[in-house]
């Protein structure tokens, strides 16, 4: 049977610290169902289509398209995973704020579709400071993200950034 796993998140936008979460489910799975969140966030940076096409750019520049499915999704995320036959939900963590979330989300999920694991990966040391909130709010005052975003990233925040203003 093909192991898939369904990674939900934001993405507003991608980030080092995503794309280093989707590596390492690689290595667990056979098949990675990125679910990109489509909930209304007025905090939010780019539309649910414009971060899909970030991701799909950043997904292709690594050469993992092949074993990764992009999608959209606006209801709870353990129907999302029931409609892409996942049931291994990927999730990051980074710190202990993260982790309360996640303990809390992830008995919450399970509770709601039984048939559902719960993977937690730990962030790599060299990207556990980022945060995609953060990249926005540096962005928009100015500050440099290329850091903490692919390079095609960054120059997508800055044109959106630009547009807006
Ligand atoms: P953020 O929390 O950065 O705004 P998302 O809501 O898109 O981003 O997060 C989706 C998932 O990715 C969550 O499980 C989150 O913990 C994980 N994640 C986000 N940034 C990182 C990072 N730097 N390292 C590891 N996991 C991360």
């Known amino acids: 049977m093909q192991r898939v796993g369904f990674y939900p998140g934001s993405f507003d936008p991608i980030t080092n610290g995503h794309l280093d979460i989707i590596h390492r489910a690689l290595a667990l799975v056979d098949r990675l169902v990125i679910g990109v969140g489509a909930h209304h966030s007025k905090s939010g940076l780019f539309s649910p289509s414009?971060?899909?096409s970030l991701l799909k750019s950043c997904v292709e520049a690594e050469g993992n398209q092949g074993q990764i499915d992009l999608v959209t999704f606006?209801?709870?995320v353990?129907?999302?995973?029931r409609d892409h036959g996942a049931r291994i939900m990927i999730r990051g963590l980074r710190d202990t704020t993260d982790y309360n979330y996640e303990m809390q989300m992830a008995g919450m999920n399970t509770t709601m579709a039984e048939d559902t694991q719960v993977v937690f990966l730990p962030a790599s040391p060299s990207v556990r400071h980022i945060a995609a909130s953060l990249v926005r709010q540096i962005a928009v005052l100015g500050g440099d993200i290329t850091p903490f975003v692919p390079g095609n990233v960054a120059v997508a925040?800055?044109?959106k950034i630009k547009e807006r203003t």
């Open 78 to 81: 353990v129907d999302a995973m």
């Open 74 to 76: 606006d209801g709870l």
């Open 50 to 52: 414009e971060r899909l």
């Open 157 to 159: 925040v800055a044109a």
